[in-house]
């Protein structure tokens, strides 16, 4: 492992290359206060890097193969402890998982084929990411984030559950697969429940026509939508990318509290009953009859048997 720009003779020059991407983005994700974050990759196989600030983790193709596409997570190295270790699905998918003591949270950071891809390539990743998707169970909360290649446009009237009124542009034949995919399993896109202005709304810009695209997305199971807080895009931060930063706030899930049990009253027999409460034994044996008392004893009758009369 060489983090950063420490040079170790160990590493040949691509690696390096990377390690300083790397630091680079490490450095910038630090400006922002993001905790978790996901991007494209094209490193070979799986691992990680720790850097100063977070630890990154990837998924791509093995070293003979041409490198096209992978997947990775940055993890602040804060929380890193708070996160299981993560699962690559393929080149395509990758999810990680925080551990909370209300309900784990499912990141899935996954970079779909583009549009001229065969159709072949896009019923096996949207298979796999189903796959994903239906292991997950239905009390646990889903982020579903990644570069999709696909115009959902914003025709939020034939999608009503999954995307709102702030859409961009029209739909297209990726969008029509990614829109059928959060129908079937109750997601929505959160980029289009904010309104922002319409450069915050964009990601990528097509260089022949120079028009600017939402392809970046960001999604939640559609009854925790409440969870984000915000959801926008920023183009000034420098990632090494042609596509810009997705930003969303969230809140955790918190814990739902237990229901309050009843206690029982003490029998109507006892002469003890109805006596100031403290914290004590809260059930004692009575000397007479084997009845229980189901109370408090005070601190004086600590050291006394407890008597009742029949």
């Known amino acids: 492992m060489c983090p950063g720009f420490t040079a170790d003779p160990g590493c040949n020059v691509q690696r390096q290359g990377a390690m300083c991407k790397t630091a680079m983005i490490d450095r910038e994700l630090a400006k922002l206060a993001v905790n978790v974050a996901l991007q494209e990759t094209r490193l070979a196989k799986s691992g990680s890097i720790k850097e100063q600030n977070y630890t990154f983790f990837w998924m791509g193709k093995a070293k003979d193969e041409h490198r096209t596409h992978g997947v990775g997570f940055a993890v602040s190295n804060k929380l890193v402890q708070e996160f299981d270790n993560p699962v690559g699905v393929s080149e395509r998918i990758i999810s990680l998982t ?20 065969e159709a072949a390539v896009k019923d096996q990743f949207y298979n796999r990411l189903a796959g ?14 990644g570069d999709f290649n696909a115009h959902v446009g914003a025709d939020y009237l034939a999608w009503p559950n999954a995307i709102r009124r702030f859409g961009v542009g029209k739909i297209n034949e990726n969008g029509q697969r990614f829109l059928e995919l959060c129908s079937q399993h109750g997601l929505c896109i959160a ?8 450069h915050r709304r964009v990601t990528w810009m097509h260089p022949p026509s120079k028009h600017w ?24 931060a420098d990632g090494d990318t042609d596509h810009s930063l997705v930003l ?5 899930p918190k814990q739902k ?12 027999h006892c002469k003890n009953e109805g006596r100031r409460k403290c914290h004590s034994i809260p059930e004692v044996v009575c000397k007479e009859g084997g ?7 005070t601190r ?11």
């Open 98 to 117: 925080l551990k909370q003591s209300a309900s784990p949270t499912h990141l899935i950071c996954a970079y779909a084929p583009t549009l001229p891809s």
């Open 132 to 145: 994903v998707l239906n292991k997950i169970p239905p009390e646990d909360c889903v982020m579903l984030l």
């Open 191 to 198: 980029n289009t429940w904010f309104q922002q202005k319409q």
């Open 213 to 236: 695209q939402r392809l970046d997305l960001a999604l939640i199971r559609r009854r925790d939508i409440g969870l984000v807080r915000c959801s926008r895009t920023y183009h000034t």
């Open 248 to 252: 969303t706030q969230m809140n955790m």
């Open 257 to 268: 509290p237990k229901p309050k049990t009843k206690r029982e009253a003490a029998p109507k």
């Open 291 to 297: 009845c229980k008392q189901y109370r408090h004893r």
């Open 300 to 310: 004086r009758e600590l050291a006394e048997p407890v008597s009742c009369y029949a």
